[in-house]
């Protein structure tokens, strides 16, 4: 089955940038998500890249893929106190997502 | 309006009780989930239901057992509680891609369940 790594913690300071990477296994996803998880309530999807891309960015989000490493990373560009959370990488498989096992951002002032 | 809504949000229980989780989702998605996630945040699948069908049973325990009795409802139900079914459930929703691919999971604020 597909296995998803994640370093589990990231330490920043408010402002700076902050780079979470995801390795995986199974190179048939066809979407890689990225989900956050705030304390006390459930994961909620941040954006997501179809395998077909390198890079996708959405506003201080920036996804990067690269396939042949199986490699997937998320930039956070001016990172804020309200991003410390956890983020979860996720691939799709077969009627479900496999998420990995999760970065703890901590965002210090 | 909350799209998945799962009720209890905590519950404490003592071992070798019997106890349920209940979920429903208003997005009108045909497919719901229920994930555990550990002390360590680890998130794992446990089910999935496609119009009321079970898809997914992963290596889980026969003491849980999941009902769908409709495509917006997924329950869980658990037996003879262990101290290591103490975990956060989460259940979640999705409406299934072309192929059967996963499209974006919805899920509800998550039931921490407690086994003393």
């Known amino acids: 089955g597909e296995d998803v790594e994640q370093s589990l913690f990231l330490s920043v300071r408010e402002g700076d940038s902050s780079v979470i990477n995801c390795t995986y296994t199974?190179?048939?996803?066809?979407?890689l998500y990225w989900y956050k998880q705030e304390p006390g309530a459930g994961l909620q999807l941040l954006t997501y890249?179809?395998?077909?891309?390198d890079m996708k960015q959405d506003q201080r989000l920036t996804v990067l893929l690269n396939k042949k490493d199986k490699h997937l990373s998320l930039r956070i560009a001016d990172t804020q106190t309200g991003d410390s959370a956890i983020y979860f990488c996720?691939?799709?498989?077969?009627?479900?997502?496999?998420f990995g096992t999760g970065t703890r951002l901590l965002v210090s002032p | 309006d909350t799209a998945v809504s799962q009720t209890p949000k905590y519950l404490v229980t003592q071992m070798g009780n019997d106890k349920s989780i209940k979920c429903e989702q208003n997005?009108?998605?045909?497919?719901m989930y229920w994930y555990k996630q550990d002390s360590k945040k680890f998130l794992k699948i446990m089910f999935s239901?496609?119009?009321?069908?079970?898809?997914i049973n992963e290596t889980v325990p026969n003491r849980f057992s999941p009902k769908s009795p409709d495509k917006a409802h997924l329950n869980l139900h658990i037996n003879s509680l262990e101290l290591g079914d103490s975990a956060v459930y989460f259940c979640?929703?999705?409406?299934?891609?072309?192929?059967?691919?996963?499209?974006?999971?919805?899920f509800g604020e998550g039931s921490r369940l407690t086994v003393l």
């Open positions: 996720a691939g799709t498989g077969f009627q479900k997502l496999v």
């Open positions: 239901y496609n119009n009321k069908e079970l898809i």
């Open positions: 199974d190179s048939s996803s066809t979407y």
């Open positions: 979640a929703s999705s409406q299934a891609t072309s192929g059967g691919l996963t499209g974006e999971l919805f």
């Open positions: 997005l009108g998605h045909d497919t």
């Open positions: 890249i179809f395998s077909n891309m």
